[in-house]
């Protein structure tokens, strides 16, 4: 059989080299988004398109009813440093998502023995060291500035005496008060940044030491790690996202949430790849794999249509008004700020995958599933910003330099991470059990 | 397919066979006469289905006013063996289909029998379609077919509809499948056919397939597409029927969540009426070599799987229905839990998201007798959990002078025996007449799984055997 090996596993060991130049390049990007995101803030600060604001915001205030609940309901509270905790809050959980499909997505590969996958587990492997990151940035800015983001942590809104009273919301503090979100917060954060380095001392001692045991003990980890994503990722989807709209729900939700994580996950693996090929690194990594890998793009993306779609459909067809709401305000409401990224949302996460990926030939052609990955990753964003924008912000929401500045400050962060982490083990789990299964995979 | 296989995969096929003993042991029970298990089993359930359908008959003479509906429970038994039985039609495709998209070998030896049952599943859904229509003869009606009566149609806004569509495209659909899937192997029976009758029957059903390269090389194609083309469906089938409830506006029916977890309690009693069906099978007709442990221990896994996304979504129904402050919706969970149908509900729970946590442990997962009462339990509680969501959410409507029990007459009772009477006649059938286990699929993957062939099995190979365990 070994003649028909591309190369021996003996000489496969392969260490992603994190240059000097390309430290500068992340670095370069960091600072521009830094620059971009100060000279937003100060147009902010002046009040740039201050009466475009001020009108949307009337026109808001007339059909107050078009609000799901969110922060931004809470009127004459609204201040001009918002939008940056918005953007800060936006892009935590955008990134903690891609950060945590990584270690999802190993662990999938180990619960049901996938063999094709094991010669590019390393790269989502990286992945999950950028949860240090925005671990902290969540837990602070919910600490700091969480009544900025939750209708419900609004001073005295659950008080029966106060005149911010709301009698939906105080029914709900029993699950969402300060120190139980908190707490949920730090356990899921904990949770997963524990598994994910047992696992990953596990993965590097088996390029050290060889054998199965390591693996055998992995599908343990992966196992458990499944069980804890199952029951986390719906109640970070309830917490982070859904109770920003406060009076609004849907049990649909949680998965939605994820099921726009997952894709977003994939497309950055897929990303990873492609990028460290063009590099000269992976070799080993064939059309195959990428074939693979722009089918789970593929299917996911679809599934995330499912998801997104059913929950629309049973909300409209059931036409309830405290449902509706939510869909109403990002079709119509504030003056149909948000109704262009609703489609787009559509567009970019589901037709676009979907004719694209359609075809075996696309999927095995880098500059497609390039292509690809760039639609989804920014369609997943503005899925994001849809579920997060509308009600923390409101009429105040928009596209500026502070968006921009903050999605680059996180991903050039998230790229300055991952490739640190990417240098620390071989980019080939050379004693992985189903290496020779993958180095052969041929579809 | 690359045949490179890690020396600590399980293997698939035991017993040292070969490609001739596969299809000896396979085609012994087309060829020989009926045994004599056979002849009881289906005897049994020729009886079941008479008194079934003597029970149905009366139910279409006299109308479904024999049933034990009422103005305040209007559906219940009926659509609950129906959604019942339609999800348990899940698993065939599934396994056939995705399982082939994900490459799984070990969907090789069940996915036949699977796809059989799948059929038969649909059928007997069918049959309460048919059962509660009222005037069955006048079924096309479902149809949006022109007609004479002016511009007269189905409601295409109305979640039945969709139903018949969706479950008449998946009955065609996993119809073509299974029967695309049978013709290599009918050939081979054809080829060796000792009787003219044989030899006529299955020649016919083969199409005339001849096995050259060219055949295979499209057979192949096709396969692929159908199994494109199937995936979708089999998602598609039991969203649609959770839409029936889940677009209306009864408290615990309109619930976003429905979709993906109907699917995911389908796939969940599929695999459990597929894991029951094996077992028996698989003694009966001395097939242990091709349905192995491994295979076994792999739908467990596939069961426990799905059982806790079901048990995700039951809790997340639940917390929801809280978290909403919908009095309505509320009230309508606790009542499931603790109101007069608590019994059923606690069935439910029990048997859906308890019981299958059993199979964390390896030794009871890996129990024949335990994965058979498992995959038995299930299904009880897959049933309950129909009803549950059915007749406890329409029993206390909104008028409390309406509030009403539901309890079943001989024949709502009997009109269910009906269905396990068609299945187990269709099954039995099924199992004489056509070979249980894909033949040549299972040849396709030998090379990588049988212990027949021992160069796979490279040093290391026994060591890491011990660590499985």
Not at chain 1, 181 to 208: A, N, T
Not at chain 2, 178 to 185: A, F, I, K
């Amino acid at each position: 059989m070994a003649g028909h090996s591309h190369f021996s596993p003996a000489n496969v060991e392969e260490y992603f080299e994190f240059t000097a130049e390309g430290r500068k390049r992340i670095i370069y990007a960091f600072v521009a988004g830094v620059v971009a995101l100060l000279v937003g803030i100060y147009l902010l600060s002046r009040g740039e398109g201050h009466e475009v604001v001020q009108a949307a915001a009337e026109h808001g205030a007339e059909h107050g009813e078009h609000l799901s609940g969110g922060a931004v309901s809470h009127h004459g509270d609204y201040d001009w440093t918002n939008r940056i905790w918005a953007n800060v809050w936006l892009n935590g959980v955008y990134f903690t998502g891609i950060a945590v499909i990584g270690m999802f997505f190993v662990s999938i590969q180990y619960l049901a023995k996938a063999g094709w996958s094991s010669v590019l587990k390393r790269v989502p492997e990286a992945f999950p060291r950028f949860l240090m990151i925005t671990g902290p940035i969540l837990i602070l800015t919910f600490i700091l500035k969480g009544d900025v983001i939750f209708h419900w942590m609004h001073h005295g809104i659950t008080d029966k005496g106060s005149e911010h009273y709301d009698k939906i919301i105080a029914g709900k503090s029993g699950y969402l008060n300060f120190g139980f979100f908190l707490g949920r917060m730090v356990v899921f954060f904990v949770l997963w940044l524990l598994l994910w380095s047992w696992m990953r001392k596990k993965s590097i001692d088996e390029d050290l030491n060889g054998g199965t045991t390591n693996f055998y003990d992995m599908v343990k980890i992966a196992t458990g790690f499944i069980v804890v994503m199952g029951i986390s990722s719906s109640m970070s989807a309830w917490d982070w996202v859904m109770s920003i709209d406060t009076h609004w729900f849907s049990t649909m939700f949680g998965w939605y949430m994820f099921s726009s994580w997952h894709v977003t996950g994939l497309a950055t693996i897929t990303l990873t790849v492609l990028l460290l090929k063009d590099k000269g690194y992976m070799q080993y990594v064939n059309f195959n794999h990428l074939h693979d890998l722009g089918k789970f793009m593929f299917a996911f993306s679809i599934f995330w249509t499912y998801v997104w779609f059913e929950q629309f459909l049973l909300i409209y067809y059931a036409n309830f008004p405290e449902e509706t709401i939510y869909f109403l305000e990002r079709w119509e409401g504030h003056d149909k700020l948000y109704k262009a990224t609703e489609i787009l949302n559509v567009v970019f996460n589901f037709f676009f995958p979907f004719l694209v990926m359609m075809t075996r030939d696309a999927k095995r052609t880098a500059i497609f599933l390039k292509i690809c990955c760039c639609f989804i990753l920014v369609g997943h964003y503005l899925d994001f910003y849809q579920m997060i924008m509308p009600g923390v912000l409101g009429p105040h929401g928009g596209f500026g330099l502070v968006e921009f500045g903050m999605v680059t400050i996180f991903a050039s962060a998230f790229i300055y991470i991952v490739s640190s982490e990417l240098t620390k083990a071989s980019l080939v789990a050379k004693n992985h059990p189903f290496l020779e299964e993958a180095l052969h995979h041929d579809i | 397919m690359s045949h490179v296989v890690s020396p600590i995969r399980e293997t698939l096929v035991s017993g040292g066979k070969s490609y001739h003993d596969v299809t000896n042991d396979i085609c012994k029970q087309v060829e020989g006469a009926p045994t004599k298990e056979w002849k009881i089993a289906f005897g049994v359930s020729l009886v079941v289905f008479a008194y079934g359908a003597y029970c149905l008959f009366w139910t279409w003479w006299q109308g479904i006013g024999v049933w034990g509906l009422n103005k305040t429970v209007g559906w219940a038994w009926d659509i609950t063996n129906f959604v019942w039985w339609v999800g348990i039609g899940h698993a065939g495709t599934l396994i056939s289909a995705v399982l082939l998209l994900f490459r799984q070998k070990w969907r090789t030896s069940i996915n036949r029998a699977a796809e059989a049952m799948t059929i038969f599943a649909v059928l007997c859904a069918a049959s309460f379609i048919l059962a509660h229509m009222g005037r069955p003869w006048l079924f096309h009606w479902a149809l949006p077919l022109p007609n004479t009566f002016g511009s007269l149609w189905v409601n295409f806004n109305s979640p039945l509809v969709w139903d018949v569509f969706a479950i008449s495209t998946y009955l065609s659909v996993s119809l073509v499948f299974w029967y695309l899937g049978l013709v290599p192997d009918l050939a081979t029976i054809r080829d060796r056919a000792q009787t003219k009758a044989s030899k006529f029957w299955y020649g016919l059903f083969s199409l005339g397939w001849n096995g050259s390269a060219k055949t295979w090389a499209r057979y192949e194609y096709v396969s692929l597409i159908l199994a494109g083309i199937s995936t979708p469906l089999v998602l598609s089938v039991h969203t649609i029927v959770s839409m029936d409830f889940a677009t209306s506006v009864i408290p615990g029916w309109h619930t976003t969540i429905f979709p993906p977890y109907f699917v995911a309690g389908a796939i969940f009693s599929g695999f459990a009426m597929v894991q029951s069906l094996l077992l028996i099978t698989r003694v009966v007709f001395k097939l242990e070599d091709y349905i192995t442990i491994e295979h076994i221990e792999m739908m467990n896994i596939i069961i426990t799987v799905t059982g806790s996304i079901v048990g995700i979504a039951y809790l997340t129904e639940f917390f929801i229905a809280w978290y909403s402050g919908v009095e309505y919706e509320s009230y309508c969970f606790v009542n499931r839990a603790t109101g007069p149908y608590w019994w059923a509900y606690w069935m439910m729970m029990s048997c859906n998201v308890i019981s299958p946590q059993l199979f964390w442990f390896k030794k009871l997962r890996t129990s024949i007798l335990v994965s058979f009462i498992l995959s038995v339990i299930v299904n009880i509680g897959m049933w309950f959990e129909r009803f549950v969501i059915i007749v406890s959410s329409l029993h206390r409507d909104y008028i409390p002078s309406s509030w009403a029990m539901f309890s079943p007459t001989m024949y709502d009772i009997g009109d269910y025996i009906f269905s396990f009477g068609l299945f187990f006649t269709l099954f039995f059938l099924f199992a004489k007449f056509l070979p249980v286990i894909n033949m040549f699929e299972v040849k396709s993957v030998m090379k990588g799984v049988s212990t027949n062939y021992p160069f796979k099995k490279k040093q290391g190979g026994e060591k890491s055997k011990e660590n499985v365990h």
